[in-house]
Every structure is written in structure tokens, then in C-alpha cells.
């Protein structure tokens, strides 16, 4: 196991997340600049963190993507769910740079 999931002073396990900033980076500079990541899905007006389950998040998305695929709203559902409730204070986010930061540069 990696050194930077495992302490074994504390022996306890730091969950590490991938998030991603929106399917064209378009909330880069958002979550860069605030410290912070969110769940930015296009017209989920839903506060997640009150649903009672999974199947109730399922529904809610159902409701407002009805010409979505089942399995993508199953996914999509999977990802929201597990990003509202089963990320905590401390585990460490891994956020993916897909800005270009200027002209690359070649080797000469």
C-alpha cells in the first residue's frame, strides 16, 4: 500500500478521490482558486445530501434527464451519490489539469 494512503502511526487508511472539473475542465479555474471541489451537474436542482438512498437520487435524475439512458442515469447516480455522501474532511482529492499553459515547448 502507498505511503500516502497508509500511516501506520495512526493506522488508518486516507481515501483518494479523482474528481474531475466538468467534461471540459470548464470549473479548472473555479475549483483552483477556491480550495474547493463541487458537484457541478447541469440541472440537478436537487439537494442530494437529503435524499434517503440511492434509488431516490436515481429517481430525481430520471425525472429531469427522461431521454437518458438507464445505465448512464445509474452511473451518473452512482458518481453524485458517492460525491455527496461518501466523501470527508481529510481524504485527499486528485483534480486532473487540463488547462494548456502555454505553447509546448520542443526539445532542440
Known sequence: MSRL?????RESV???WL???GAHAEYESKF???????ATWHDLDVD???LPNRAALVSAMTE???????????NWSSQV???AHEI???DLIVLPIRRQRGPSRSAK
Open 81 to 83: 451519490w458517492r460525491f
Open 64 to 74: 429531469r434527464y427522461p431521454d437518458t439512458n438507464p445505465k448512464a442515469i445509474t
Open 32 to 38: 483552483i482558486a477556491e480550495s474547493g471541489v463541487y
Open 14 to 16: 486516507v481515501a483518494v
Open 5 to 9: 494512503c497508509h500511516d501506520r502511526r
Open 19 to 21: 474528481v474531475r472539473a
Open 88 to 90: 470527508t474532511a481529510g
Open 48 to 50: 442530494v445530501s437529503k
